[in-house]
């Protein structure tokens, strides 16, 4: 067999397994190990358990995660995500469709401050869904905002899943966290226009409220300063050189858990509860970092790769052709499998391939910012993305009397405004150039 064949058979048993509800970084080892055995040795297969598995452990970029992680965590035990979305409502709530911008916003503000979607939709949900029901909004728009909102956790620095597209293609942590913010802001904003269309096409769905004092206003702006401190001791310590990634994420942590304690009330249990959810998140992350590491190492021995850059080079086609299949295939993966497992696992495949086009960059690391940012909006998309989109399920898991059919078309407009920023994106690389560049001088 070619690796053409061995490959797909591989990637045929893995999608197996997901259906059948292996976990994901279970099904990534079984299929590494497997296809390491059958195309290599199981000399080399075991070598790989022993050596490689310790070695990429080591990589001290990857002390990253846990600390953003437990940033999260006590964010969410500070109660900003409760702020950040009154705050939103006191200056939105008047408007047609206001509460469930408030909820967009929200999860902008909160994924700021904890770099996942699926905690930042279930965070976000828990605050936002009781408001929306209370105030008559359709259970479409209540859940296809806040599934959406969600993936706003991947792209607004910091995010676990920025860190592991970087380390993927080997960028700099700090320039693609440049990169994404303008992206990040441009996605919000987009939900909260498709919000504003949507309510005048039926405006029963999104009922506007009462309009808040700018008393209230000023107070539920004080509320969420702890927000805007951390935001700006991190991402503004990043950008300025003021603290390394890993810095950044150690003050982070610190100054949330101590905000938590201060403001949140968190004890000696929270601080247990928080660590405890650390560790067992991180521990799935680097699962996945093993599985992924094992099937790139099964592709490699295959020669898939090198097959598909060669086939790829002599079809001769348009580069922004060959980009569009990568999409396709992200959105078409994202049905089934989380936006880490993705990026994981199929960045390092595609990325070589990219390199080999003509894009016409000035330079390879210009088209390694644009493409990881493309990427990472496409798996973003993935989240929300019908059959399966996790995002959709956490959401609808969490509102009662709201059937799975009305969330997914809750989703569709969301889904409109992420293809025309996709698009838009594609053919203007200045825009996610923009903020990197001014930022290097």
């Known amino acids: 067999m070619g690796p053409l064949e061995i490959s797909a058979i591989g990637f045929a048993v893995l999608v197996l397994l997901l259906v059948v509800r292996v976990p994901i970084g279970v099904a990534m080892i079984a299929v590494g190990f497997g296809g390491l055995f059958f195309v290599a040795s199981p000399k ?83 605050v936002s869904l009781p408001e929306l029901k209370r105030q008559n909004y359709s259970g479409a728009l209540a859940t296809g905002a806040l599934a959406a909102g969600g993936t706003l956790g991947i792209l607004i620095p910091p995010s676990i899943v920025l860190v592991i597209a970087a380390i993927a293609v080997e960028a700099n942590i700090v320039t693609l966290f440049q990169a994404a913010l303008i992206p990040g802001i441009l996605a919000a904003f987009g939900y909260m226009l498709a919000i504003a269309v949507y309510v005048r096409i039926w405006p029963k769905s999104g009922p506007t409220g009462p309009r808040a004092s700018w008393r209230q206003r000023l107070i539920s702006f004080l509320e969420i300063w702890p927000v805007l401190l951390i935001f700006v001791l991190v991402i503004g310590g990043i950008y300025s050189g003021l603290f390394t990634p890993t810095q950044a994420a150690g003050v982070g942590a610190i100054g949330t858990g101590l905000i938590a304690i201060v403001k949140g009330g968190m004890r000696w249990k929270g601080i247990v509860d928080s660590l405890l959810g650390t560790a067992s998140t991180s ?88 493409f ?57 690389p200045a825009i996610t150039l923009a903020l990197p560049r001014l930022l290097s001088g």
């Open 283 to 370: 521990a799935m992350i680097f699962i996945i970092l093993f599985g992924a590491g094992l099937i790139n190492s099964f592709l490699a021995f295959a020669g898939t790769p090198r097959f598909l850059v060669e086939t790829i080079s002599a079809l001769d086609m348009a580069p922004i052709l060959i980009l569009f299949a990568m999409v396709l295939v992200f959105i078409i993966l994202g049905s089934l499998m989380d936006s880490l497992s993705m990026i994981i696992l199929l960045l390092p495949i595609f990325w070589p391939i990219i390199l080999g086009l003509d894009f016409g960059f000035a330079s390879v690391d210009d088209l390694r910012i644009w």
């Open 44 to 126: 080399i297969a075991l070598n790989y358990l022993k050596n490689d598995m310790f070695y990429l452990y080591l990589d001290f970029n990857f002390t990253i995660i846990p600390l953003f992680m437990l940033m999260g965590q006590f964010a969410s035990k500070a109660g900003l995500s409760a702020a950040l979305f009154k705050s939103a409502e006191t200056f939105l709530g008047h408007r047609r469709g206001g509460v469930a911008m408030a909820a967009v916003g929200g999860c902008a503000g909160f994924g700021a401050i904890c770099g996942s979607s699926l905690a930042t939709a279930a965070t976000m949900g828990q």
């Open 372 to 428: 990881s940012i493309i990427a990472l909006m496409v798996v973003e998309v993935g989240l929300i993305t019908p059959p399966v989109g996790l995002n959709v399920f956490v959401i609808n898991k969490m509102a009662d009397g709201v059937p799975m059919r009305d969330t997914f078309a809750g989703v569709l407009p969301f889904l409109m405004t992420d293809f025309i920023r996709i698009g838009i994106l594609i053919a203007f």
